[in-house]
């Protein structure tokens, strides 16, 4: 059952489609007697994905404790589930972080210990958590595996990664690149909306039609994002190139692949050395599509993936820290939940 994603339960009871997934959101504010959702506005749901994704792992909680990276995709998948079944506006999201957090590194066998994890969460968030000790965290922890009916097992695009990229001949920064596709991901409700492999070849693919940034080389594993360095002009091209791609192969036989049809570049004055870089990626992307096209994999999944993707980069222009912060911590001051 945990090795096979199939017959799991995050299979069977954590994939929404995004109609599902809206009405959920919606039915929890419905059903909120206090009307919290009208007494405390919050921005858009991708930009409150952004912030917790941001506060527990970059240069943050995560960062702190030395979690590695699989803990921490862990972590934010507890988090967006549990709040498919608890109004955010109910709960003070820095004690959820913790929680998840604490609770993940007990699943993934890297465990750290509570007091260790609270005192880091103290000192990072000292006006949110106050007053807290280690029990209001072993309370949430109890609170968080009820919600999520004791289903804590996850499953990870990063195993498809490292399984295919070698079946693809991707260079290490291509790699890196993929990875930090799949870490953007849990800023998105992607681990909610498709399967971990959809997700990772969705990765793949942009990292492929992508040439990867300077600033992107180094070991993948990391906790990197794309997102800096994806601005909405190459997010738009990214999609172009990948739509292309992918809609091509909703008919019989591989899709013909050409330098101006795929996008990789094909102008006659380029010089050798860049023609011989644009002929190698080339050669990575039929492959890539030969591989799909001989496969079962759910092509339309991925054109939504990549769809989602793109939304996301284009939406991270528009991320303001300060704003989402100011209206999360409006909530918990106004409820007393730092108490």
Not at 33 to 59: C, E, G, H, K, W
Not at 194 to 206: G, R, S, Y
Not at 281 to 286: A, D, E, F, S, Y
Request: proline share 4%; with cysteine; glycine share 6%.
């Amino acid at each position: 059952m945990a090795a096979n994603f199939w017959e799991s339960t995050q299979r069977k009871h954590w994939l929404f489609t995004k109609d599902e997934l809206a009405a959920v959101r919606q039915r929890l504010e419905d059903e909120d007697p206090a009307n919290l959702a009208q007494t405390f506005v919050l921005p858009d749901i991708r930009l409150v994905n952004m912030y917790l994704n941001t506060t527990l792992v970059m240069s943050k909680l995560g960062k702190r404790l030395g979690v590695r990276q699989q803990a921490l995709a862990t972590a934010q998948v507890y988090l967006k589930r549990f709040y498919t079944r608890v109004e955010m506006r109910r709960t003070n999201p820095y004690l959820l972080m913790t929680t998840a957090l604490y609770l993940a590194c007990k699943m993934e066998e890297c465990p750290h210990h509570i007091r260790m994890v609270a005192q880091e969460a103290r000192q990072l968030w000292a006006a949110e958590l106050h007053t807290w000790d280690t029990s209001k965290l072993g309370e949430c922890e109890f609170f968080l595996i009820s919600e999520m009916n004791s289903q804590l097992i996850v499953h990870q695009p990063y195993r498809t990664l490292t399984s295919l990229q070698a079946d693809f001949g991707m260079s290490p920064d291509e790699v890196t690149l993929a990875w930090y596709i799949i870490n953007d991901s849990y800023m998105t409700d992607l681990p909610l909306l498709f399967a971990p492999h959809i997700i990772a070849l969705t990765a793949m693919l942009l990292a492929l039609v992508l040439r990867p940034p300077a600033s992107n080389s180094g070991q993948a594993g990391g906790g990197g994002s794309a997102a800096s360095g994806m601005g909405a002009t190459a997010a738009a091209l990214a999609q172009a190139q990948a739509r292309a791609l992918l809609t091509g192969m909703s008919g019989p036989g591989t899709p013909s692949l050409t330098p101006q049809s795929s996008g990789l570049g094909g102008d006659g004055s380029a010089n050798t050395e860049g023609r011989k870089g644009t002929d190698a990626r080339l050669g990575k992307v039929q492959r890539f599509a030969a591989w799909l096209a001989e496969s079962n994999i759910d092509i339309e999944a991925m054109v939504d993936c990549t769809q989602e993707f793109i939304s996301f980069y284009e939406c991270y222009e528009a991320y303001n820290e300060k704003m989402i912060k100011e209206a999360i911590t409006r909530f918990i001051k106004v409820r007393s939940l730092d108490k």
